[in-house]
């Protein structure tokens, strides 16, 4: 494909994505708890920063137990956050602002407060009982498969009263859904079609790779769900029978030759987010060294023409480093979370990006230099467009779920609740909201928001960072990573030092001669020879985006 035309059919492949939790956010009527209707009103805020895609965490009723992520009504709102009116307000005002909205599909787990779980554990022959997947048979040790191991011992708990097993791979309170049961499967399908219809644009789809793990391993309706990929498929094929242009974002934590699977051939998750690239973007940045990044996105498999790599440096997760060796894991907790209140898991982080890098702005601007520049379509989580920190007294992920910090006021202006009454405190100290704040850095030129939205409008204007071809430039600094991205007759080329010693990169470009490099960042321009070199000077940590300009060319820079 190669009509700028189709950026706009397959939007979610040059979208800026903005993840946050309408519960944290921003709080509209002084309850102390973020609202839907606080959303909208920030609305403008996030148009402003050149957000195209808002990503909204779990919203629905739940006891909250894992931050909503523990759902007991798939259709309906936490009726702390709002009513299902508020969403459809948020939905028309996110839209003209040319704003496209997506939510979370939960549909490994529910609640256990969920009445098809309440109903499922009153006796073996209830007709929701196969809505879980359970055994009868003590299971062997699953310590090793506890997604959250310092809170769970296995993954199958004892349901006292009926005497057996039920599945959970996160915690005993989150039961499996058994997919391969196809009312289930209907269940699913009528989700998506509700949100589908209230005008939503798709879904960051949960914790995929459990699901599908799940079917088959009690041989239910094994028959019908002998290739588990096929329950991906009637999904994506469903949603886009309803909404052509509706995306399934997944959740795939695992190695890059399995994920691909997830692609197929195009017919399953649109996008997933790429979470080997971005742990050894960490290993890249403890070491100073370029190298673990290009490899990473060297071997980046072949994907369908379709399909889409979401990039990120941060999630409302842990910052997990699983997929790193657990040396270079342990480089990264020395550089980056050394004190063992800053590690969760034995395998990630409770930080955000700025303290990670000392409050450095060089680093901090280097990281999102590389986010917006890498080929893939970037997603932030809400307040690192103005560097907030994290609250590591806050329990286990919930560190970087702190209060957006609008203001230096109290509360950050989140809210006008008394302190006692906040859904979270607000981010202490150094990165508190005093400091950190939207209020003063959108009025600085100079601010990181500034900087923020300077690479968002500039990824935005340039389709080649989400659609193009990536190729390494070859040079001589193992610190440096020298990279191009072309697309439809147009080129950027991105040079960053992961070092912090300055740098002088000489570059071969392949363009006619005459051509120039036109700075995306700056005035800067750097003439090509006839064999299209040229010698950049980069700071320590410096980094420059430039548009490949070819003479006599007529295209904007
Ligand atoms: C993945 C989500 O990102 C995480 O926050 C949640 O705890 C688990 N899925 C369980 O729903």
Redesign the pocket.
């Known amino acids: 494909m190669t009509r700028i035309t189709e950026t706009s059919d397959q939007w979610w492949k040059t979208a800026v994505i903005y993840c946050l939790d309408v519960e944290t956010f921003f709080d509209s009527d002084g309850d102390g708890v973020g609202d839907v209707a606080g959303l909208v009103d920030r609305i403008g805020y996030l148009d402003q920063l050149g957000v195209t895609c808002l990503w909204l965490m779990p919203f629905y009723p739940t006891p909250d137990r894992?931050?909503g992520?523990d759902v007991t009504d798939f259709y309906a709102v936490d009726p702390r956050l709002g009513s299902l009116g508020d969403v459809v307000e948020l939905v028309r005002t996110a839209k003209d602002r040319g704003m496209r909205v997506i939510v979370d599909l939960?549909i490994?787990?529910t609640s256990d407060q969920h009445p098809w779980f309440k109903a499922a554990r009153r006796s073996k022959d209830n007709p929701y009982r196969d809505y879980y997947v359970w055994r009868a048979d003590t299971p062997p040790d699953t310590s090793d498969m506890a997604v959250f191991p310092d809170q769970e011992e296995g993954i199958w708990t004892l349901d006292e009263k009926t005497e057996e097993w039920y599945l959970h791979h996160?915690y005993s309170h989150?039961p499996d859904l058994n997919v391969a049961n196809p009312k289930v499967r209907d269940e699913i399908m009528k989700v998506v079609g509700f949100w589908l219809e209230l005008g939503i644009d798709g879904f960051r789809v949960?914790?995929v790779p459990f699901f599908l793990e799940d079917i088959g391993m009690t041989g239910q309706d094994a028959d019908a769900m002998a290739h588990p990929h096929d329950h991906l498929k009637d999904i994506r094929a469903f949603l886009s029978r309803r909404r052509g242009d509706a995306v399934l974002l997944g959740?795939v934590n695992v190695p890059h030759e399995e994920q691909v699977t997830y692609f197929g051939d195009g017919h399953q998750l649109h996008m997933m987010f790429d979470f080997i690239t971005m742990q050894k973007l960490y290993l890249s940045l403890a070491r100073g060294d370029a190298g673990p990044l290009t490899e990473a996105l060297l071997t980046r498999p072949e994907i369908p023409e379709d399909c889409q790599w979401a990039t990120f440096v941060r999630n409302?997760?842990e910052l997990t480093l699983d997929k790193l060796s657990e040396e270079e894991r342990a480089e990264v907790f020395a550089a980056f979370g050394p004190e063992e209140e800053m590690q969760i898991y034995g395998r990630g982080l409770k930080r955000r990006v700025p303290p990670m890098m000392d409050g450095d702005p060089r680093r901090i601007r280097l990281v999102y230099s590389l986010l917006f520049s890498l080929p893939g379509t970037p997603s932030l989580f809400y307040g690192e467009e103005i560097g907030m920190g994290e609250d590591l007294a806050a329990d286990g992920?919930m560190a970087v779920r702190t209060p957006m910090q609008w203001s230096p006021e109290p509360n950050g202006a989140f809210s006008t609740a008394a302190p006692a009454k906040l859904v979270a405190r607000p981010v202490p100290d150094g990165y508190g909201p005093q400091f950190v704040n939207a209020w003063d850095q959108m009025r600085d030129p100079d601010s990181l928001w500034s900087f923020v939205r300077q690479l968002v409008q500039t990824y935005r204007s340039h389709p080649e960072l989400g659609r193009g071809t990536f190729h390494v430039l070859d040079q001589p600094h193992p610190e440096v990573l020298a990279h191009c991205v072309a697309w439809d007759g147009r080129m950027v080329v991105a040079v960053h030092n992961l070092g912090g010693a300055a740098r002088t990169v000489p570059l071969r470009v392949d363009a006619p001669a005459g051509s120039t490099l036109e700075s995306l960042l700056s005035d800067e321009r750097l003439v090509l020879d006839d064999d299209g070199a040229a010698e950049l000077a980069l700071d320590g940590y410096g980094y420059r985006w430039f548009h490949v300009h070819h003479a006599g060319g007529l295209r904007l820079p």
């Open positions: 894992d931050d992520y939960l490994n787990h996160f989150q949960d914790a959740e409302h997760d992920r």
